[in-house]
């Protein structure tokens, strides 16, 4: 069966630091990966996606390159804020259209200390 | 658009009432999902239906949980009778199931069975 394998947590990290949280999957077929962020309170909100094979998806100065070689896709950002602390949330589909049965990964909370 | 709607926001309950959760999702969307976040399990899908159909019920984790769609904005998810167990937040999320768009989620619903 599908499953996403996320970098445990919590990730503390002072503010300009550069970020990386790591996701690795395993699907039948060519899904689709995701980001989602869950600010507290919240639900949960797209961040960014790619739907093939070497896409990256970008949003809010993240990033994520889909790599089928490794099936993984680590979400990176260059120089985190205060306001990026949340719940990071990797998922997938792979029921072709890229929007339906998402599985997630655990998630990894993230506090960024000013 | 106002979003995916959700209500209640909070429910506490005791154990062997019904409860109702309730989801509008955005107008226009035809996949409707149901998801139930705990901490010893993370995200979990209950059910997902497209065109008010249940196309997938498989993480619906007993008889006591049913959940039902009877127009495109509208799906209710019930408990009878309810547990502790089953304290979580849960979240309803729709999307468009013709374009490779991603899934809006709700606000969820935090659920507290004592």
């Known amino acids: 069966g599908n499953s996403v394998t996320q970098m445990e947590g919590p990730v503390t990290l002072s503010e300009e630091a550069f970020l990386t949280i790591n996701c690795t999957y395993t699907?039948?077929?060519?899904?689709?990966l995701f980001w989602y962020v869950q600010y507290p309170g919240e639900g949960l909100q797209l961040l960014l996606k790619?739907?093939?094979?070497?896409d990256k998806g970008s949003n809010k100065g993240f990033e994520a390159t889909y790599r089928k070689e490794t099936t993984s896709f680590h979400l990176e950002k260059g120089s985190v804020q205060v306001s990026d602390s949340a719940v990071y949330f990797c998922?997938?589909?792979?029921?072709?259209?890229?929007?339906?049965?998402?599985?997630f990964g655990t998630g990894t909370r993230l506090t960024i200390i000013p | 658009d106002a979003g995916v709607i959700q209500s209640p926001r909070h429910e506490v309950t005791e154990m062997g009432q019904e409860v109702t959760l309730r989801c509008k999702p955005i107008?226009?969307?035809?996949?409707l999902f149901w998801y139930r976040q705990t901490m010893m399990r993370g995200l979990e899908l209950l059910i997902y239906?497209?065109?008010?159909?249940?196309?997938?019920d498989s993480g619906m984790p007993e008889d006591r949980f049913s959940a039902k769609m009877p127009n495109a904005s509208f799906s209710t998810l019930k408990i009878q009778p309810s547990e502790p167990r089953d304290s979580a937040v849960y979240f309803c999320?729709?999307?468009?199931?013709?374009?490779?768009?991603?899934?809006?989620f709700g606000q969820g619903t935090r659920l507290t069975v004592v």
């Open positions: 999320a729709s999307s468009l199931r013709q374009l490779n768009t991603e899934a809006f």
């Open positions: 699907a039948t077929g060519y899904p689709s």
């Open positions: 790619a739907t093939k094979a070497d």
């Open positions: 998922a997938l589909s792979d029921q072709g259209f890229g929007n339906e049965k998402l599985t």
């Open positions: 107008s226009g969307h035809n996949s």
């Open positions: 239906f497209n065109n008010n159909v249940p196309i997938d």
